[in-house]
């Protein structure tokens, strides 16, 4: 049963939370924002959706919104805190208006070795998962660096780090509408 209820999880956290938010960030926020227990819900019908109990409470999950000074915007969103990796504790997840600028950061569970504290990860839109490494961070410290890697995402620079040297990377642009 521990392994159907991680799994489940799993899904919720970095498939159905992480498609939904790419799908449309601005309809994203305003849910999440203005339907406290949501996540709760939806995650309570994978669970019976499976023939499984959820242990999780709705006390469990909160939101919340922080406004930068240019206008990004930032969802603070609190999880049930994993027993697990790379379950989640918490994700960031942010928008720029009038851009198409999003990130979604992940701060996973690291029970292969808890005194180095959590990763800090990425998920793209193209589905590549991005691994920031390890830290005993505050929450604010987590957010800064969630907040830096947001604001200096370079495409070019990923690849280059992702692409094995020598070999070639056809980059595929979204077309302006």
Not at 48 to 76: C, W
């Amino acid at each position: 049963m521990e392994k159907k209820k991680d799994e489940i999880l799993y899904r919720f956290e970095h498939r159905w939370l992480r498609d939904y938010y790419f799908e449309d960030p601005e309809y994203f926020a305003k849910t999440l924002l203005e339907m406290p227990g949501f996540l709760f819900k939806v995650l309570d019908g994978m669970y019976r959706e499976h023939h499984a109990v959820n242990p999780y409470r709705i006390d469990q999950f909160s939101v919340s919104v922080m406004v930068m000074s240019d206008g990004t915007r930032a969802l603070k969103i609190e999880l049930p805190n994993p027993e697990d990796s790379p379950l989640c504790r918490r994700v960031y997840a942010f928008l720029s208006k009038g851009t198409e600028d999003v990130g979604f950061f992940c701060i996973e569970n690291n029970e292969y070795d808890p005194k180095e504290g959590p990763f800090l990860c990425r998920w793209m839109p193209n589905g590549i998962h991005l691994n920031y490494g390890t830290g005993n961070r505050t929450p604010e410290v987590e957010f800064l660096e969630c907040l830096e890697n947001y604001k200096t995402y370079d495409p070019d620079k990923i690849c280059a780090a992702l692409i094995p040297p020598g070999e070639k990377l056809m980059m595929i642009r979204r077309k302006s509408s």
